[in-house]
């Protein structure tokens, strides 16, 4: 679509610090800094991945400014637009997106960093879901039943919000839009990585051939650094 004000849009949401090692999240049994690296690896993969589709869509990054004076340049690559929020923990993509609305009569897709999964292929099937005509919401959740992205016409609050304050439950947010009448397709078998238990899924994911499709030889040698360190405990 060559078309800016048309162009479908992809949101790359971190909804919490990632990679400030005073702020984030530890993963259990990885230190601080491996922590802050697997989420550097994770958000660079759907950057890479996107590189190659960014003459198709918009890119967003929804960051927490707490991260900021430690971004590496490549984290904002050119063209994209950058959105910071300040609270400890997101609690809305809406509210957000009002400073810098997205473009008019689009799709936007919000993907969770700490999923990995999702091929070029499933982007474009994701976008085609979406009807214009009818109201429509496609959601991916993980194997641990965790949403990992959302897409739907243009950045509805009373869609998206509720995917945050529903932890990304994915039954508790359907729970949470029941009273919508709207058209729900779900896709699963993504990753989402918030535990160990799923870091040893991703290593068993990534050592299977098919994954060159959504994670690349480079991000694979990256990947195993990480699982070199921790290869006893990965041990399945």
Same mark, same amino acid.
């Given at each position: ?14 909804? /919490? ?13 990885? *230190?601080?800094?491996?922590?802050? &690296? ?60 009002? @400073?810098?609305?997205?473009?008019? !009569?689009?799709? *936007?897709?919000?993907?969770? &960093? ?60 359907? /729970? ?8 729900? #397709? ?8 918030? !535990?160990?238990?799923?870091? @040893? @899924?991703?290593?068993?994911? %990534?050592?299977? @051939?098919?994954? %060159? ?6 991000? #694979? ?8 360190? &921790? ?6």
């Amino acid at each position: 679509m060559s078309n800016a004000l048309n162009k479908n849009s992809v949101i790359i949401v971190a909804d /919490s610090p990632i990679i400030n090692p005073k702020e984030i999240r530890s993963y259990p049994n990885l *230190s601080v800094n491996y922590s802050v &690296y697997l989420n550097t690896l994770l958000y660079s993969n759907w950057l890479e991945i996107f590189s190659d589709f960014k003459e198709q869509v918009e890119i967003y990054t929804l960051l927490n400014e707490r991260d900021m004076e430690y971004i590496p340049k490549y984290f904002l690559p050119d063209g994209s637009h950058t959105i910071t929020y300040n609270e400890p923990q997101l609690t809305s993509l809406s509210e957000y997106f009002l @400073k810098k609305p997205l473009p008019i !009569n689009a799709k *936007s897709l919000v993907l969770f &960093y700490n999923s990995i999964g999702l091929r070029i292929n499933d982007i474009l099937r994701i976008f085609n879901l979406i009807q214009t005509e009818e109201p429509s919401i496609v959601i991916g959740k993980s194997v641990g039943e965790k949403i990992i992205l959302a897409c739907s016409n243009g950045l509805d609050g009373e869609l998206m919000n509720p995917i945050l304050t529903s932890e990304r439950k994915y039954d508790q947010y359907l /729970s949470s839009i029941t009273s919508k009448d709207i058209f729900i #397709h779900t896709l699963d078998g993504f990753l989402s990585i918030d !535990n160990f238990e799923d870091i @040893k @899924k991703l290593y068993i994911e %990534l050592s299977k @051939k098919e994954s %060159l499709s959504y994670c690349s030889q480079k991000m #694979h040698e990256n990947f195993n650094d990480l699982f070199i360190e &921790y290869k006893e405990l990965l041990n399945v």
